[in-house]
């Protein structure tokens, strides 16, 4: 029993409503009313009676007129009471006050196939927004100022059948959505225009994005309509809708990547929100807006904590790095790079930054080949296919490759080489060398294939005479530990270096330094250089030890050693 608006008694809820039948919209080559003229044609003929329309567009104006009209069958008569029976429990001051009928007080205003709107494609496609294989995305208009995006547009696309393919006229006959499939004739025509002419409209999609943003084969030509700001279907967000909610609409629902939610819409950290589903995640936070990560991706980043980790929030949505294979997500603490080749890693914030001005995965470091990680000694290093990128608390993330990367890690890296962290990228020099410096050393050589380490202690020195571009040239050794001492010795291309914590670094070269050599080096009788190779007035060379001297007259070319008494 149902009270009506005006009457003083009940009136049995089967009792058949007077109303003025409509023409049929096949007839009128219209869809809808309102302030905007906005248009459909049914498929038939312009200006054909209804004994002249095809078939099935009679036999829809036939199920649409049983629908909503005076019949009294057992199963109308169930189906109203159930719609009734929701109404009453959605809004029943709305539904007894005012003469509305039930069906729209559950569904929505224009849902029937009557009122002559096309379906939501959610409504016919298992809950896609996106447009069935059989058709394409043909046109748009919009609503502005729409509750159901926020206050922003709202964006109504059209899919009308493909041209060559085929779909019958039909009132949708399931859920609250009844509106019809494939029998308006209609196009805009912003979109795909070089598909030519106007075929039935199969299904409209919704987004709250521009068109041309959410397709580019859509133009940017506007038209509004104020006729269809309350349609909407229980397949799309209802009014006032989260950003995620908007996110997972405009990419698709059940048709995006995303696939089915699993879980309901929750709290994230600093005041964020997230939501779960069969292929990825949703994130929204106020600084960083709503963004989607997917698959891999999504699986990587739920293995560094999501939300609560280093990655924080993504920026972005999914983007291809431009190559055809790889892709990436910007996060508020660095990216995740994926490519079938490498897989999918992270790289964290300052390492990240380093490789983005370097040009990312299409420079010349190539797709990250670890995760960025924390390697013994600290601080933090990522592989990539042509390099490493090293970064402490100390140090800015500096780059190493190539032969020097090589050399890096055959020592131990930062910890174990005794070179630290890397404080400038490699730089090649004029003659072909190359150098690297480092917190306590540089790597070093004559060529970009050879190089060696030369460890602080001596590269001091080695420095003060002019580096690789003065008279000791390049290294030709590494430097190495002398044998039962703690002191250190480094070949050059002119020079031997030899350092002590008590004799400092000392250059020998010629004669004296092959003859300190049989001599057993710093290891021998006479330890370790305590001055350079030193030329004496009368034209002899010398240079002292800890325990003894050399000298050479390079008139005779004699060499001789003389031990302290």
């Known amino acids: 029993m149902v009270l009506q608006r005006g009457r003083s008694r009940l009136l049995p809820l089967c009792r058949p409503r007077r109303r003025r039948r409509r023409a049929p919209p096949g007839t009128q080559g219209r869809e809808g009313t309102g302030d905007r003229r906005h248009r459909e044609a049914i498929v038939s003929t312009p200006g054909a009676t209804t004994s002249q329309s095809p078939l099935s567009v009679r036999a829809v104006e036939r199920a649409a007129a049983l629908l909503e009209g005076p019949s009294s069958t057992r199963r109308l008569f169930l189906y109203r009471i159930a719609v009734v029976g929701s109404a009453l429990a959605l809004n029943p001051w709305r539904y ?8 729209a007080s559950v569904c929505g205003s224009a849902n029937t196939c009557g009122a002559g709107w096309s379906v939501f494609c959610c409504t016919i496609n298992n809950g896609a927004n996106i447009c069935p294989g059989y058709s394409y995305v043909a046109g748009w208009w919009k609503v502005d100022n729409s509750a159901f995006c926020l206050g922003s547009p709202r ?18 006959n399931t859920g609250c959505d009844r509106r019809r499939v494939c029998c308006n004739v209609f196009r805009y025509g912003q ?8 075929t039935e409209v199969v299904c409209r999609l919704i987004t709250c994005t521009p068109p041309w943003k959410w397709d580019p084969a859509c133009g940017r030509t506007v038209r509004v309509s104020e006729s269809t700001r309350s349609h909407s279907s229980r397949c799309l967000p209802g009014p006032n809708p989260s950003r995620i909610e908007i996110k997972y609409q405009d990419m698709g629902l059940r048709g995006s990547i995303l696939g089915a939610p699993e879980t309901r819409e929750r709290d994230g950290v600093r005041n964020g929100r997230k939501r779960r589903y069969a292929n990825g995640m949703i994130l929204w936070h106020r600084t960083t807006g709503a963004h989607e990560v997917h698959r891999s991706v999504a699986r990587r980043y739920r293995k560094k904590k999501a939300d609560k980790g280093t990655l924080g929030y993504p920026k972005t949505d999914h983007r291809p790095v431009g190559d055809g ?21 992270a790289v964290f914030t300052r390492s990240d930054r380093r490789y983005r001005r370097l040009g990312g995965p299409r420079g010349k470091l190539g797709y990250p080949l670890s995760n960025t990680r924390k390697p013994a000694g600290g601080g933090r290093v990522t592989n990539f296919q042509n390099g490493a990128i090293y970064v402490s608390k100390d140090t800015n993330p500096v780059e190493v490759v190539g032969a020097t990367l090589d050399v890096f890690r055959d020592h131990g ?10 404080l400038r990228p490699r730089r090649i020099l004029d003659d072909g060398g190359s150098l690297q410096r480092f917190e306590r050393g540089i ?8 190089v060696f380490i030369v460890r602080q202690q001596i590269e001091a020195r080695h420095r003060s005479e002019g580096g690789v571009a003065g008279v000791w040239g390049y290294p030709n050794a590494h430097t190495k530990v002398v044998a039962g001492t703690s002191g250190l010795q480094s070949r050059f291309q002119t020079r031997t270096a030899f350092w002590s914590s008590t004799t400092g670094a000392r250059w020998l070269n010629g004669p004296i330094r092959r003859r300190y050599g049989k001599e057993g080096g710093p290891a021998g009788f006479l330890g370790f250089p305590t001055s350079d190779v030193v030329t004496m007035p009368d034209g002899h060379h010398r240079a002292t030890f800890e325990r003894g001297v050399i000298t050479y007259d390079p008139t005779t070319g004699k060499v001789e050693t003389i031990p302290d008494a």
């Open 191 to 198: 979109c795909n225009t070089h598909i030519r002419g106007v």
């Open 96 to 103: 007894v006050l005012r003469p509305t009928p039930a069906y």
């Open 443 to 450: 790597i070093a050589g004559a060529t970009l294939r050879r």
């Open 325 to 345: 294979r790889g892709a990436f997500v910007r996060f508020e603490g660095g990216s995740i790079y994926r490519h079938p080749d490498t897989g999918t890693k």
């Open 413 to 422: 890296g930062p910890a174990r080489s005794t070179l630290g962290f890397p």
């Open 155 to 172: 964006y109504y696309i059209d899919c009308n059948r493909k041209p060559g393919r085929s779909c019958s006229c039909r009132c949708n």
